[in-house]
Structure formats: structure tokens, C-alpha cells
């Protein structure tokens, strides 16, 4: 073989051997950020990026009223789902599988509707975590046109709690979390195609998001939604289908401890003071004289 020859074919070796580099640290790269906030991730049970896959589909305009004449001899709708219990014999029969959801107050009176495929969509998310180890609840948000009213994209989330060690991790915060990092924005509410800030395309002026849980937010989670603006809520499962034997995620206690003036809270073993000091409007004053963003 000739000296120009070895020539070429020792550089074109250095270019696949360039190339196979760069494929292995792309590669590398892309496995090194197979993260959800910070942590690792299974493809298998969660979605880091936002669902396009229902883009241009038609979002309901209103949710369908539950129309019941006789809630006494009401069957609500059950898709049979009832897993085979590893518990001992008496224990699954104390605790029965459930068939309709708990409601023995006048509280859901007036906003009972019929779900949806993202209701149904959130509540399959829920079980699929339960399957993998995590907590029973899940969400999904839905960002709407609001000039064509059509599905731009979704993002869903289940309870993380315990796979992060992480308390605040619910399917609805970390759903918002999700959706407001890949969006760029901090109000699901109102999106403006305006917005220097947002990172993912939309051909309508504005946009709204609305939320689908699994189960009734709980105070943390409902005062999220709020904080990130957004309007229209539906959830499956009561506070007291979460609260029943054998499942034991209350909410009610946290919403009355909410509603106590603070010294009535310490016969609850919480102690809450105000502090007085000389510093406590400094970030205040600088605040409403122009020194940031309004929210």
C-alpha cells in the first residue's frame, strides 16, 4: 500500500474513531440526564416531557352534570377492578374492595360531573403508581387554545413522596412544577404567546391549563393549583375515600387545623409565634417600591 494511501486510510480511521467518540458521549450525555427534578427517573412510570400526542383534539367546553333523581338507589358507574389480596383472611375482609366514592355530606353538592378521558387518564396513572411502589394518586394537566379550544399538549404526574423522600412531592405539585419548567411561565392560567419566557410553541394568543386529580387535593396541593392560576379543578376520589381503613391519607384534619386561630392550634401540639423584629418589611418595602417582578 502506498504512503498516501496508509495516509487517507489512517485520517478516515481517525474520523470514525472522532465520530464513535462523539456518538458515545451523546449517548452518555442523554443518559446523564435521564432526570425528573434533580432525580433519576423510570421511563416506566414517569413523563418528563409534555405529551403531544392528543394535540388538536377537542377539549370539552363544559364538563356533563351528574343528573341523579334518587341518590338512595344511585349505582355509581365501577369498572370491577378489585386486585387479589396477599393480606391475611381476616384482614381482607375487614378491608373490601370500595365501589362508589364516599360522599356523606352536602360538601360535593352542585359540582358532581361526569369524568372525562383526562379524569380517567389520572386516576390509571394512579393505580400504575400504586403497581411500582408509589403512593395512590396521580395528575394530569391539559393546556387548552383558547381561541379554538383544542388540546396543545398534557403533562402527567404521580406521588413521589416516597420515591424521593421528598414530603411536598404530590402528583399535583410536582405536575405543576413539570409543566410550568417546560413551559417557562409561573401562571398555568393565562399563557400569552407574547411571553419572552415561553420555551414551547403555541399558535394561539393565549392558552389556559386545567387539572385532573386522582383524588381531592389536599390543602397543599390545592393552594399550588391556586398559586399557579389555574381555574378549573376536577378530582376522582373524595377526602374521605383517601381517609378510609386501609388507605389512611387524611386530609380533613389539616383543613380544620387551617381554619384554627393560631393559639388554638397548640391543643394539636402545634406551636406557631409572630415575631417581632425590626427587619420584618424590608423585603416588603423593596418589593412594592420596584425591586421585582409582580406575580
Known sequence: MST???FRWNFLMAIVACLSCLVT?????????KKFFGNEYDPAKDQITAYTDAAGEDYPNKPVPLKVKDMFSYLQPWDGYCNESKLPEADIKRLPCQTSNIKPTLKYHGV???????????????LKSVQNGGGPFSTVIVQIDNETNKVIRYW?????????????AHGETTAIRQACRELGVFNLGEINKSNPNLKLPQTCATSHCDLYTSAEPCPMC???????HIDNI?????????ATQGVNFGDEPQYAE????????????VNCYQCTTDNSLDAFNHFKRGGSIKY
Open 25 to 33: 458521549t451523546s449517548t452518555a450525555t442523554l443518559a446523564a440526564d
Open 156 to 168: 402527567v404526574s404521580h406521588n413521589h413522596v416516597t420515591e424521593w423522600v421528598d414530603p411536598t
Open 258 to 269: 387551617l381554619s384554627l386561630n393560631y393559639e388554638d392550634r397548640v391543643r394539636l401540639g
Open 112 to 126: 358532581q360531573v361526569i369524568g372525562n378521558k383526562w379524569m380517567h387518564r389520572a386516576c390509571a396513572e394512579a
Open 222 to 228: 390545592y393552594s399550588a393549583t391556586r398559586w399557579a
Open 234 to 242: 376536577y378530582f376522582a376520589a373524595t377526602v374521605y375515600d383517601a
Open 4 to 6: 498516501a494511501k496508509i
